[in-house]
């Protein structure tokens, strides 16, 4: 009798929560494909970034992170603008919560890319290098931006020679 129950309610059930379209190609919704072709973007190129950030990307196209796309670090485009009007803050890492942004992709312990792709680093041995305290922050020597541009200016000053690579 339970058994009985159980299986009148599911096809109930099925009945109710069925959308009416499902099945009329096969096992699928057809109007699916529509709705997800159709569905807003939520990233955008940095380009889109370019008219109300000029320096700060002017920056960034002449650094050595010239390849990575804003939204990698900010966040995705939609959540601060909307036809053209600031909607909502971007997220920006602040103080000691650069550190893990940037340990993200140059982490020499946990890293998520293949070997030799990005140039990872290992903190402690770093600070230890620059003989400086290991709770020191990445951006006190890398600009955020263009993270090679202090440091080459700090070798040009120095006299020393300049390495081929860009800021
Ligand atoms: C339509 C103009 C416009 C566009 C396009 C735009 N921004 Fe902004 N953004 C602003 C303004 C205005 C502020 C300052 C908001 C405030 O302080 O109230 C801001 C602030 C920010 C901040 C700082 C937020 C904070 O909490 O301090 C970041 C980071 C940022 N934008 C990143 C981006 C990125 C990345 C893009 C492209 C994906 C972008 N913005 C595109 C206008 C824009
Ligand atoms: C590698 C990560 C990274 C990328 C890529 C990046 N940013 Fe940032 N951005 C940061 C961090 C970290 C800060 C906060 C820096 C600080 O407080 O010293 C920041 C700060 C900002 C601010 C706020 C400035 C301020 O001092 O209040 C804006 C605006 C901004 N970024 C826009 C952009 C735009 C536009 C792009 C792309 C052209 C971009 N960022 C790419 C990491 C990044
Ligand atoms: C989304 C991944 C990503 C994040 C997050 C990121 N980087 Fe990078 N970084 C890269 C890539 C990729 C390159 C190499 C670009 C190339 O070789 O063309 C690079 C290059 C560098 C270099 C130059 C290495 C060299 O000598 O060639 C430094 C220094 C650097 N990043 C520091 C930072 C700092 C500091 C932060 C945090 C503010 C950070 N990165 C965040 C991906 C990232
Ligand atoms: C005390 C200054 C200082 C601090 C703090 C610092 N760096 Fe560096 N970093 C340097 C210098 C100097 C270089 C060498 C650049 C060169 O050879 O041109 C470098 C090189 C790098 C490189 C390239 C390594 C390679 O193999 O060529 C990466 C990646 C990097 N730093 C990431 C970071 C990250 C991530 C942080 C924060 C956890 C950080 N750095 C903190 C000074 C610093």
């Known amino acids: 009798m339970t058994l009985i129950i159980l299986v009148v309610t599911g096809i109930l059930v099925r009945q109710i929560f069925l959308p009416d379209?499902?099945?009329?190609?096969g096992y699928y919704r057809p109007g699916a494909l529509e709705e997800e072709a159709n569905r807003e973007a939520r990233n955008m190129a940095a380009e889109s970034c370019l008219e109300c950030h000029p320096l700060i990307r002017k920056l960034h196209v002449a650094g050595i992170h010239k390849t990575i796309s804003c939204e990698a670090c900010h966040g995705a485009f939609a959540d601060h603008v909307k036809d053209n009007l600031v909607v909502g803050l971007m997220p920006v890492a602040r103080g000691q919560g650069i550190r893990p942004l940037c340990l993200r992709c140059?982490?020499?312990?946990?890293?998520?890319?293949?070997?030799?792709?990005?140039?990872?680093?290992?903190?402690?041995?770093?600070?230890?290098?620059?003989?400086?305290?290991?709770?020191?922050?990445?951006?006190?020597?890398?600009?955020?931006?263009?993270?090679?541009?202090?440091?080459?200016?700090?070798r040009e000053m120095m006299g020393l020679a300049k390495r081929e690579e860009d800021i």
């Open 106 to 154: 140059h982490n020499k312990v946990v890293r998520a890319a293949p070997p030799d792709s990005i140039k990872v680093v290992d903190i402690p041995e770093h600070m230890d290098k620059r003989k400086v305290r290991t709770d020191h922050i990445c951006n006190q020597c890398h600009h955020v931006h263009a993270p090679l541009k202090w440091v080459h200016e700090a």
């Open 21 to 25: 379209e499902f099945g009329a190609n």
